[in-house]
């Protein structure tokens, strides 16, 4: 990895892979991956379809590269790509889940904390599985609103931005989210999801 390449902009970065340069392109991964991966990680509620819907998402944007404006910052220009994922991928689950009529079974690939006791670390992966769990099974609109804001940590503009809706829109559906993630904890629900 040439050192040089750190030290691009996306759009630089953007611009060198569609010329060829294979380098390019996996600096662009190392820089958004994580990012990518928790948002398909909050839709998702499980680390594996986590990671397929990450690979995905980056195939599909290399394969549309040519179509990034570079003037448009690319973690939003990805993002945009995570969430379509995201919801192709939950429309697939709802075909297989309606010819199985089998619930799927939420598995946290939560790497515990090495400080904490094998009992706390239990109950911690349980904890975690049963927030994502939660996550997982918010509607579509509330789930992307929450995973952009919360968990991204992306501004109510940029989340506008991203979804393509008013950011009073992106105001009402995180208050919507949060109560609802709310109430499914206190209720138990998680783990019936």
């Known amino acids: 990895m040439s050192h ?13 892979a ?29 680390a594996t379809e986590a990671l397929d819907i990450t690979q995905e998402t980056f ?20 993002a945009r790509i995570a969430i379509n994922k995201c919801h192709d991928w939950a429309r697939r689950r709802a075909v297989r889940r309606f ?3 089998a619930r799927p079974i939420e598995e946290a690939g939560v790497v515990a904390d090495a400080a904490l006791t094998p009992e706390e670390a239990v109950q911690s992966q349980a904890e975690l599985a049963r927030i994502h769990a ?3 099974a918010l509607p579509g609109n509330l789930k992307d609103v929450l995973v952009l804001r919360g968990i991204e ?10 979804l ?14 949060r109560n609802k993630l709310a109430e499914q904890l206190r209720d138990g629900a998680a783990g019936r999801v």
């Open 164 to 177: 393509g809706v008013s950011e009073k829109a992106v105001e009402t559906r995180l208050y919507r989210a």
């Open 4 to 16: 040089s390449l750190t030290e691009r902009s996306d759009a630089e970065l953007a611009a060198l």
């Open 134 to 136: 939660a996550i997982a």
């Open 99 to 101: 010819f199985t009529f």
């Open 59 to 78: 195939i599909s944007a290399f394969a549309a590269l040519a179509r990034y404006d570079g003037a448009r910052p690319f973690r939003l220009w990805i």
């Open 18 to 46: 569609l010329a060829g340069q294979q380098s390019a392109y996996g600096e662009l991964m190392r820089r958004h991956r994580d990012g990518v991966f928790r948002l398909a990680r909050g839709h998702a509620g499980d």
């Open 153 to 162: 940590g992306i501004s109510q503009a940029e989340a506008a931005q991203i």
